[in-house]
């Protein structure tokens, strides 16, 4: 007998539960719960993923509702996957969803540490809180970290260190109590172009505010349109990648839709695809191995 494909099953499970609690629905009018009514290629993509999906008739929920679900769903799926690539990525790893976790900040993490002070200091000068704003300010909504090892660990196989060498290293629990920021997941339900804009500000403060490494910077979405997806996907390198919630059914989708003259969308969509800019949420976990 077969053992079970873990990804396969809980990218699976991703989609049972998306439909169970009500974030992929489908209204009376036939029009999918990720998709913009006012839309027609939106309306007609999504509609055709979510049958794919098997997703039942019911109401909308309320956008900031859908996205927090979304958020934790998506939390479920890496915990449920990466931490289990130990053969590929050993190491003790933890995913947080910040927006659930008012105790877990950016600066609990040792690249932005520093962050905290300055919020401090900001607070207390009026002309630096004039001149800098808030664009220190960096709130992912998934965070991965890796805990940092004791020397019994890192000595494990070979004395590698002792009291007089690596002396800084941040993975050394011995110099940094913190977590290590390894990756930064921004989740959007759907995108609109105002909105999806605003990971690539986060991306850029991640990128900007750090000390040490800059940590995975990727973006989750169940967004249906092409060119949506393009307003991200596309442009420069600040975001690593955008992963879909189900790209094989998008590409499906996309292809049924536009076969009778929407070309342009399959075109589109395949640039992204075969330019690696876009993928599916299950090739997330390896990503992360990398």
Request: hydrophobic share 40%.
């Amino acid at each position: 007998m077969k053992s079970k494909i873990i990804f396969a099953e809980a990218r699976k499970q991703f989609h049972r539960s998306l439909v169970k609690r009500g974030v992929l629905v489908v209204d009376k009018s036939g029009v999918a719960s990720n998709s913009d009514k006012d839309n027609r290629p939106s309306c007609a993509i999504g509609g055709l993923i979510a049958k794919r999906l098997c997703a039942g008739e019911g109401a909308k929920l309320p956008a900031q509702t859908a996205g927090s679900i979304f958020e934790e769903l998506v939390c479920e799926f890496l915990n449920a996957t990466f931490p289990k690539l130990q053969n590929l990525r050993p190491g003790k790893w933890n995913v947080f969803n910040l927006g659930n976790n008012n105790a877990v900040k950016t600066s609990s993490f040792v690249q932005y540490e520093h962050l905290a002070h300055l919020a401090k200091v900001i607070r207390s000068d009026s002309q630096l809180a004039t001149m800098l704003g808030n664009d220190y300010v960096i709130a992912p909504d998934i965070v991965v970290s890796r805990t940092p090892c004791d020397d019994n660990e890192i000595n494990d196989i070979a004395r590698f260190v002792d009291d007089n060498v690596a002396l800084r290293s941040d993975l050394r629990l011995k110099n940094n109590p913190l977590e290590i920021m390894h990756a930064s997941v921004s989740v959007k339900w759907t995108m609109r172009s105002d909105r999806s804009q605003n990971s690539r500000t986060e991306a850029l403060n991640l990128i900007r505010n750090r000390k040490g490494r800059t940590p995975h910077i990727v973006v989750v979405t169940g967004e249906p349109l092409p060119s949506r997806l393009a307003s991200l996907a596309l442009g420069t390198g600040d975001l690593d990648c955008i992963y879909h919630f189900a790209l094989q059914e998008l590409i499906q989708s996309v292809h049924e839709y536009g076969k009778d003259g929407r070309e342009d969308l399959i075109e589109q969509l395949d640039t992204m695809v075969e330019g690696k800019r876009l993928k599916d949420i299950s090739d997330l976990p390896l990503d992360l191995a990398c």
